[in-house]
């Protein structure tokens, strides 16, 4: 049991983020990102040392908001009837060493898992994942076996999302981070967007990948030119 | 007909375990794991020889309670106004050598079928097989033409599942097992996620296998940290 | 304009008739079988000469009974306010040289339709496939361009029906035929079910096929053992 | 800002244009043609030199009316709360170029992009696309880097479109055009269908393309034959 108290908490602001937690939740189970009780979707409560995470074993398609669980950065329980995910460790360690991230995302995405059970990164051959994700999703081959608190194994992870929003775990899925938790399942859902048409484009040939150069270009466009200006809509 | 008799058997009980049958035999339509009229779904009733089966040529996605049939052991009919699944006969020497199981689900999920009619084991490249199914999906080779009561045959199916809750059948579908249909229906869904991410990492490369060490690790992990302690939720 | 009269055919019927062929179409659609304004269903109605067929260049999304068309055995217009689809022809010649039929369907239901493209049958590799078709599906090389009149090639595709009701025609898509509208709906999602399977079949190795022995017995199963005897249900 | 003025469009209309473009959009997401915010729909106002286009970094699921954004023919802005798409200058480009079109559509289709990827052109080897499309779908293989503005670039575009419907972009996405909104949604549903046909028709084998002669039949029995005639539906 952590020390860590919920003491000062706007409760209303804890509700509604429980509320977008099971929302994007179930998006994944809707995006056919996760079947059966397999993802996890864990969230940094904004002004503490706490991470709202999703219980072990439960499916995504029906999560109420009491069903999750609250734990501190070193994956103790603070608040919650039930048993974290068996993944918490590797989310809190990312938590705690990405202070500026909000939420962690853990899924088995079809494709994805097919370059990760392939031990491949995924080439950057589409603009979309050029523009979105800036370029080759690396992966992480030191695997972690499920529920790992190894160190240096969770460190492997926290580098290779130094660059990048997304990474593959070898032979097991894939862990993406968004600075909101709806950030975070719109990155889960493009990657596997990218891993389709790159798994497909390699059936038809030798596709050639995106350059240092346009990769450059692409971050600086999308910085300064994408989407509508802050406070705007 | 059989001289099984259903007197004693609480209708409430045997009430809710029809509509959770109808519920996983809709859940195998919806998960697109069976067409057409294609699929069976087969339950024990508790402290009973007599189980309860779905109808041969129904469509499994608007069944009526009504139209299960209940047979006993040997598949002959107990109750019901239809003839009951071919596959009857497979359904009750499974449950007759298995008597802790509830339920056995047939289905012709196509990527698992793909590997049934190639003649392939499905290889355990990810962690989600790893950890739900516990290793390869083994395939029955000699094959079983549908209806099949060759007691080698159905011994051989039976063998097969000794290990684990899924196999394949030869040119022909799948068999999952469960303790519940619930459960049953998951492994079924989760057979034919691992089938897609086993194929498409195939297609990429040669992916390695789970060791026996970490496929031991795994089901010590499960056992004792995944899920919720048993009365919590 | 054909001299074909409807007197003396019931109103009642008829609307019924055309209320299946609404809904068997629409069925096409919603199992991804066409998109667009692609697909045909024809339908003889009973006791007459005539054959009902949806009009040309509608979506099959959301036809109207008033949108479809009466033709006779020679394509010629007996009733209704719009072109009857280009592939009439194909339709009325089967009709006339199958009276024992209900209905016909055209699709380009994609994965039969890269067997078509490639110039390939279908093999025989799952029990589906054996069980619901009887074996391989037959492929009319001798391309018939839609629309075509060309006796020959009519009678290519009415030969390649006689022992199997499912046929692909080279590098344009599938035919399928049945005893009742639903029937042939059944069949032609049945036939993308195998052409998927047995495309990734062929993706994992060289998959072997049923032979005529096992073909053969499947025949008589399903005559004698499968889904309710006649007046049951 | 442009000094193009919406004096004397009457208010009716454009609210009707306005309420396509969105069904369109969403439609670009209900058919999984763009997933996130990708994707990009322009129409021209009749009788204007103006171009109704959607809005930088929205999703296409959930678009209002008011989301959308007027620009003149060199993507100046005229009306609109939000920024225009980044890929408005190849929009407005088109449209002045092909004054007779009404709408030009942006999307990542996944098997299109596959092709894209992959650097190769659809080959035309179902009646589908001969019919539909007309031949091969063309790849522009200079490469415009999402947002170019570059004239050569555009113009690249603009000729690959003088003969199809639709052009691949290497390594980025597909642009189709249409004489009404719902045409060109209707082109490039039909395209992704077609890309997922000759994808796995080359993975079973070497497939064989339409002849120039069958391309010139079917453009004409197109023209002459298909659908119903003007002023019948």
Redesign the interface.
Known sequence: MSKMSLEGIEQAMLDDLRHRVVEVARGLFENKLV????GVVSTRIPKTDCVLVT???FSKARLDKDNLIIVDLDANLVQG???PS?ETPLHTYIHKRRPELSTVIHT?S??A????????EIPC????Q???LGGRIPIVRKYS???TTERTELENIVKALENIDAVLMR???VVVVGRTPEEAL?TA??LE?IA?????????????E?SRR?LK??KD?KKT?????LG??
């Open positions: 079947v059966s009780t397999f219980p072990s074993g009837k039930f048993r068996v088995h079809p494709m898992c097919a370059f990760a059970a392939a031990n491949r051959v589409s603009a979309e050029a523009f979105h076996l499920p529920g032979k097991h899925g719109d859902i493009v967007d389709t048409i790159a798994l497909h484009s390699i059936v038809l040939s030798r596709p050639i995106f346009e270009y692409l466009f030119r994408y989407g509508q200006k705007t809509t």
